[in-house]
């Protein structure tokens, strides 16, 4: 059992920067991809960014690329999102999840164990 949570949300105004954390216990999570979804209010849940188990390989949404950075620490056990150049669109709340295998995908069905969620609001 993989248990998550998601740390370093809050208020920022437009352009500014957050940087999310996730913290994973329960088991070695080392082999598995990571991802980093979000939800915005009346608005289905989509993916953000992706990791390989190794690190090396990273995967964004068009709408982040550019601006936001996945990394992840595989002592520690922990995946972050650093987010830069921020605008009223990346309001909402995000997740971190692990995949079902070391590969990154797009689809929620693909990762099997969540985050309970960070809420992210940007101001303009």
């Known amino acids: 059992q993989v248990q998550l949570v998601e740390s370093g949300g809050g208020l920022v105004q437009a352009g500014g920067s957050l940087r999310l954390s996730c913290a994973a216990s329960?088991?070695?999570?080392?082999?598995?991809?990571m991802g980093w979804f979000r939800q915005a209010p009346g608005k289905e849940r989509e993916f953000v960014a992706g990791?390989?188990?190794?690190?090396?390989?990273?995967y964004y949404a068009d709408s982040v690329k550019g601006r936001f950075t996945i990394s992840r620490d595989n002592v520690k056990n922990t995946v972050s999102l650093q987010m830069n150049s921020l605008k009223p669109a990346d309001t909402a709340v995000y997740y971190c999840?692990?995949?079902?295998?070391?590969?990154?995908?797009?689809?929620?069905?693909?990762?099997?164990?969540w985050g309970q969620g960070t809420q992210v609001t940007v101001s303009s």
């Open positions: 990791i390989r188990w190794s690190g090396g390989t990273t």
């Open positions: 329960g088991r070695t999570f080392s082999n598995l991809a």
């Open positions: 999840a692990t995949s079902r295998d070391s590969y990154v995908r797009s689809a929620s069905a693909g990762y099997g164990y």
